[in-house]
């Protein structure tokens, strides 16, 4: 059930980030963070979402660079410094 929410959630983000005057259509989804650890998340994000979805790690966020602390941690703090990528 959470998933769905979730899904749901992202969903609407997604609707609105394209309704934005200067939003591009969304072509896939990259899941970072502790959800990526979750195992077939990304698949059901997927199939709800109707993108591709594919789990990464933000460079920032990967083992061994954040002094001993899990990189899912910063990975919403990565990811926001992170720019969108080019068209």
């Not at 259509?25 to 979750?38: F, K, N």
């Not at 990967?62 to 919403?76: E, M, S």
Request: aromatic share 6%; no cysteine.
């Amino acid at each position: 059930r959470s998933r769905v929410i979730i899904a749901s959630l992202v969903g609407t983000s997604l609707e609105f980030y394209g309704a934005q005057s200067d939003g591009r259509p969304v072509e896939r989804v990259v899941l970072t963070g502790a959800a990526g650890s979750i195992a077939g998340f990304d698949e059901d994000l997927s199939r709800q979402l109707g993108l591709p979805v594919e789990s990464r790690a933000v460079d920032e966020a990967r083992p061994g660079t954040n002094l001993g602390y899990d990189g899912a941690r910063f990975a919403v703090a990565a990811g926001l410094a992170v720019t969108e990528a080019p068209a």
